[in-house]
């Protein structure tokens, strides 16, 4: 079956724009996260949503990200005003329920801002 | 500094040889759990261990749970190349956090 999807799967920017990366979670899956990994540093959890609660926004580095996740599936983080601190792989993992156990991760998506 | 300390950062080892990843944490660990991620695909999930003196195997692959010592170590016997990648170890917070990970090359 499908696994996670991420799109696009590269994207570069010029400092100072916006842009939007989307996750397509395995259907039925009820919690979606987003994490980011910068060059030489671990996983950094940006947001958490489950089900139709109020997501956990605890992790977002600063009011420049938002993520959104319509009708209990498709989320998409957006990023404004782009800067080159930025740039990194955003990963999305779906999971079915609240457990962390059986986490599933998409492929990433490359972010350069120049 | 991180949370989470692994060691070693990188690892070359020959085809066939044993070897160990290390994670070490600054807190207590209420819950450890293991990743591999290979270039250009997403993180894997490989297992989690929960309680002190846990040891869970998959494959060729085990891990433990030293609490006491607030360290999981990741074993892999007879290497193999399938197992080259990078390996990342996480824990439970009030969200997850990971370590920088630990890159993997075995030689045939």
């Known amino acids: 079956g499908a696994g996670v999807s991420q799109s696009p799967s590269n994207k570069v920017t010029e400092k100072g724009k916006d842009v939007e990366l989307r996750c397509d979670p395995i259907?039925?899956?009820?919690?979606l996260y987003w994490y980011r990994q910068s060059l030489g540093q671990g996983l950094e959890f940006l947001i958490y949503?489950?089900?139709?609660?109020?997501?956990?926004k605890s992790g977002l580095p600063s009011d420049r990200f938002s993520a959104e996740r319509t009708g209990g599936s498709v989320s998409t983080l957006t990023i404004q005003r782009t800067q080159q601190e930025d740039s990194a792989v955003y990963l999305c993992?779906?999971?079915?329920?609240?457990?962390?156990?059986?986490?599933?991760f998409g492929p990433g998506t490359r972010l350069l801002v120049l | 500094s991180q949370e989470l300390e692994q060691s070693p950062q990188s690892l070359i080892v020959q085809e066939g040889k044993n070897l160990t990843i290390n994670c070490t944490s600054s807190?207590?660990?209420?819950?450890l759990y293991w990743y591999k991620q290979k270039y250009g695909e997403g993180l894997i999930f490989l297992m989690m261990?929960?309680?002190?003196?846990e040891e869970k195997s998959h494959e060729k692959i085990t891990a433990k749970l030293d609490e006491k010592k607030q360290q999981s170590s990741l074993h892999i016997t007879a290497s193999q190349p399938s197992h080259a990648g990078i390996y990342l170890c996480?824990?439970?917070?009030?969200?997850?956090?990971f370590g920088a990970g630990t890159i993997l090359r075995v030689k045939s």
């Open positions: 993992a779906s999971t079915p329920d609240r457990g962390r156990e059986t986490q599933y």
């Open positions: 259907s039925g899956h009820t919690a």
């Open positions: 949503f489950q089900g139709n609660s109020a997501p956990d």
């Open positions: 807190k207590t660990l209420y819950g």
């Open positions: 261990l929960q309680k002190g003196g």
């Open positions: 996480g824990a439970e917070r009030d969200k997850l956090v």
